[in-house]
DNA sequence: AGCTCATGTGAAGGGCTCTTACATGAGCGT
DNA sequence: ACGCTCATGTAAGAGCCCTTCACATGAGCT
């Protein structure tokens, strides 16, 4: 009856050496699988082949452990944003964008991670290391806006950089929680939410003054009113 | 012991007579409390002083009863946004503004609703009557981008409205969700939400080509390059 | 070799979801 | 007014989960 149980035991012995993190991974199977609301504690000692009470020596409840996982989540977001933005290569826009679609493919390729992140009720505000890791993320977005900011073009005035890494970070996230992610629980888009953003983001920068074609040339003179951001003009 | 109990079953008798609603009233309650996943069958049960077997009787399970409050949280949103729009008066831009203002009010006055509609996990596009609901509070904001997408001036390509309303939705969706709840669970902002959301709006509608000066002078000619959406111009 | 303490186990209390068999009484037809 | 019927509520219970507590194990240090 408990073959696989004994089984495990017999090949892992008394203490499994490396529960903490085995705990963080069938967690992060799970909320994949059911979201953050499914996930069960003892499916996830399960998964790791202890009894129920074995997670307890790791994480004070449940909650702890969302958190956990939340902050981690923080962490590699702010990687991958990070790394999108690659400090503005090869050009301040191309890499702007570029950040955009890193969020979005963040929400779609970690949909565990995101949604313990966002969606999970855990308190950011309450934790400090959480709220530290969230705003270490949202730094990555503000100093790209900050940088961008800074290319305002002459006889225009120049906005806010918060401002903006808000309104920026607003759109990705309303559009990722929307339409983002690949588990059939969201709305259906006649476009990839990719093309979304990035046209919403195009549209926003030209309204703060930019001229953006189509971000790669950054140089030439634009013909920006006959075609937008959204493709060619309707006949 | 059970004093209160035999009291209320004294009052009302065994049957209790509009169960239904008062569960979901009782569960609009918790949800508020504790999130949508704090909620609990039981709970609501107690609340509507009848045995924890009751709500069977009204629906198939938990999720129904979330999903119930969905799609009655989707109908009123729609309700509220309509009322904002009011079909465009007195001018099409300041309506389209009221309704943003609209979605972030709903968000913060009916944060039971809201989470139950967003945050819950209800699976929108397996429910008929949610997916229906969803769209029709939808279609309010897209009607009015439709209006909005008409009235873009001579010489600038028209934008699908359709993408508009999206971008719209998002970007309100996005500072609803990451600041627009008056819970503490959400991030800070050194401005209202609203605040934000209109200056996004504006910035928006101008990169459409658009000139929206302060939105209630929609006829005068603007000199916006010295101030932006988003206030004076920094000296 | 012996100690100690972090790590894991078993058992148990309490709560929740959901099912099944039974109880109640409101509404209806006669 | 009488009695039926069926929607609505109850009691009891199976199964699962969270969490705690006393106890077991063995890895690492002395």
């Known amino acids: 009856m408990s073959w696989r149980k004994e089984q495990r035991r017999a090949e892992r012995g008394y203490h499994h050496g490396n529960l903490k993190e085995a705990l963080l991974q069938a967690a992060l199977g799970l909320i994949a699988e059911k979201g953050p609301g499914g996930f069960t504690f003892a499916d996830a000692a399960r998964m790791a082949g202890v009894s129920p009470a074995a997670p307890y020596r790791h994480f004070r409840d449940r909650d702890e452990l969302l958190s956990n996982i939340a902050q981690r989540g923080f962490e590699l977001f702010e990687q991958a944003l990070a790394k999108a933005w690659d400090d503005g290569r090869p050009d301040t826009v191309t890499a702007f964008m570029r950040v955009g679609r890193a969020y979005l493919a963040f929400a779609r390729s970690e949909p565990a991670y995101y949604s313990a992140m966002f969606e999970s ?11 530290t890791a969230s705003e270490r993320a949202f730094n990555i977005i503000r100093a790209a806006a900050e940088r961008l900011a800074a290319l305002t073009p002459p006889g225009v005035a120049r906005p806010p950089a918060l401002m903006m ?3 920026i970070w607003s759109m990705s996230h309303g559009i990722a929680a929307l339409f983002g992610r690949g588990d059939g629980a969201r709305r259906k888009l006649p476009m990839e939410p990719e093309e979304l953003l990035e046209a919403g983001v195009l549209i926003y920068l030209r309204g703060l003054g930019f001229s ?3 971000a790669a040339e950054t140089e030439k003179p634009a013909e920006a009113t006959r075609s937008g951001p959204w493709g060619p003009a309707p006949k």
Chains 1, 2 share one sequence.
């Open 165 to 167: 890494a808000l309104h």
């Open 212 to 214: 953006t074609e189509t």
């Open 121 to 131: 009720g855990v308190p950011v505000d309450q934790n400090p290391l959480l709220m």
